[in-house]
């Protein structure tokens, strides 16, 4: 899944920074909370939850 809010507009014409982190690992999920900014002004958040997923037992589900 992916959550983004908008806070405020980021400037387009200015370097902006991503800074992000891990908040949660185990063998199939993973979860990175991120903002970003435009100076020290935060401009957005953002959450993304991954699922790994073992590529030869999806494929062998596909062929089924």
Known sequence: SLSV???RPTPLEKPVTLRARVTEADDRKMRVVCS??????????GEVVTVNVDASAFLDQMKR
């Open 5 to 7: 809010k908008f806070l």
């Open 36 to 45: 970003l900014y435009s100076g020290d002004v935060v401009c957005a958040t």
